[in-house]
């Protein structure tokens, strides 16, 4: 069973920048995929970031060109970069960690506020 632990959330106001971190409990090298999503209030989950074992990474067009998904696999760490951090950012932001095989795991994620 691994655990998955968020942190870096915060208030910030726009156009600043915040970096989340998700460090797992046990080796992240086993997975298909790490992920961020995000959920902000009264709408559905979405995906935000992934980062495959292989290293390829995904970005939601919204996000593309301001987030930047990173992974020390020796620090059994992921990591989401944001910058230019826009109202529309703001969320609950929440790691994801897809086996090949078995559910998916999830933290329980970091509010990020985006707000002046």
């Known amino acids: 069973q691994v655990q998955l632990v968020e942190s870096g959330g915060g208030l910030v106001q726009p156009g600043g920048s915040l970096r989340l971190s998700c460090v797992a409990s046990?080796?992240?090298?086993?997975?298909?995929?790490m992920a961020w999503y995000r959920q902000a209030p009264g709408k559905e989950r979405e995906l935000v970031a992934l980062?495959?074992?292989?290293?390829?990474?995904n970005y939601r067009d919204s996000v593309k060109g301001r987030f930047t998904i990173s992974r020390d696999t020796a620090k059994n760490t992921v990591y989401l970069l944001m910058n230019s951090l826009q109202s529309e950012d703001t969320a609950v932001y929440y790691c994801?960690?897809?086996?090949?095989?078995?559910?998916?795991?999830w933290g329980k994620g970091t509010l990020v506020t985006v707000s002046s």
């Open positions: 980062i495959s074992r292989g290293g390829t990474t």
């Open positions: 046990g080796t992240i090298f086993g997975f298909t995929n």
């Open positions: 994801n960690a897809h086996p090949t095989y078995g559910p998916d795991y």
